[in-house]
């Protein structure tokens, strides 16, 4: 018996890039142009992206006897998904303990949306508006890559990565008078 299911999903290797292997690629540009003074990276995350409010442990002990409203909604649809969260910081291989992280970013088993929660101030500039929102969905890969390339090109990146090329000069200049 047939029961006219759909049938036209696509099988073939799809030409869209994962959001961390586009933040990679990117990284990798960055590290060339500034002549390895400075490098993008990629890496796992697996804290919260997302602000949030922490209860202490005395109003966590005075709700004990409160009652929770269980929906049932909560258990269809989606059961176990996989999150794919990463952090996107700068660092240098000159400045020991330093790390400037640009964003957060997650997504799910598609790829796409991907959430972005980016630092404010970048947030701010690239918005043109103080006090902005910092959180960013892209559906697609070309809207993230449009997204990255607007962050490294704002005045607030283009002076961490000049002040970081700066201090590595420094140091290297130190090393050099030493020896």
């Given at each position: 018996?047939?029961?006219?299911?759909?049938?036209?999903?696509?099988?073939?290797?799809?030409?869209?890039?994962?959001?961390?292997?586009?933040?990679?690629?990117?990284?990798?540009?960055?590290?060339?142009?500034?002549?390895?003074?400075?490098?993008?990276?990629?890496?796992?995350?697996?804290?919260?992206?997302?602000?949030?409010?922490?209860?202490?442990?005395?109003?966590?002990?005075?709700?004990?006897?409160?009652?929770?409203?269980?929906?049932?909604q909560d258990k269809l649809g989606t059961i176990g998904e996989d999150e794919f969260k990463y952090?996107?910081?700068?660092?240098?291989?000159?400045?020991?303990?330093?790390?400037?992280?640009?964003?957060?970013?997650?997504?799910?088993?598609?790829?796409?949306?991907?959430?972005?929660?980016?630092?404010?101030?970048?947030?701010?500039?690239?918005?043109?508006?103080?006090?902005?929102?910092?959180?960013?969905?892209?559906?697609?890969?070309?809207?993230?890559?449009?997204?990255?390339?607007?962050?490294?090109?704002?005045?607030?990146?283009?002076?961490?990565?000049?002040?970081?090329?700066?201090?590595?000069?420094?140091?290297?200049?130190?090393?050099?008078?030493?020896?």
């Amino acid at each position: 018996m047939k029961y006219n299911l759909n049938s036209d999903y696509n099988f073939e290797e799809t030409e869209i890039i994962a959001p961390e292997k586009l933040v990679s690629d990117i990284c990798s540009e960055l590290t060339e142009i500034t002549r390895g003074y400075v490098q993008g990276n990629i890496g796992e995350y697996d804290g919260e992206i997302f602000s949030f409010d922490k209860l202490s442990f005395a109003a966590a002990f005075a709700n004990l006897t409160a009652t929770t409203r269980i929906d049932v909604q909560d258990k269809l649809g989606t059961i176990g998904e996989d999150e794919f969260k990463y952090e996107f910081y700068l660092s240098s291989n000159y400045i020991e303990n330093f790390k400037y992280r640009i964003m957060f970013l997650k997504y799910g088993i598609g790829g796409y949306p991907v959430t972005v929660v980016l630092e404010q101030g970048i947030a701010d500039e690239i918005q043109q508006k103080e006090e902005s929102g910092y959180i960013f969905t892209c559906d697609t890969a070309k809207e993230f890559e449009t997204l990255c390339i607007g962050i490294l090109n704002s005045k607030m990146m283009k002076k961490v990565i000049q002040d970081l090329i700066s201090a590595a000069n420094r140091k290297l200049q130190i090393i050099e008078d030493n020896n």
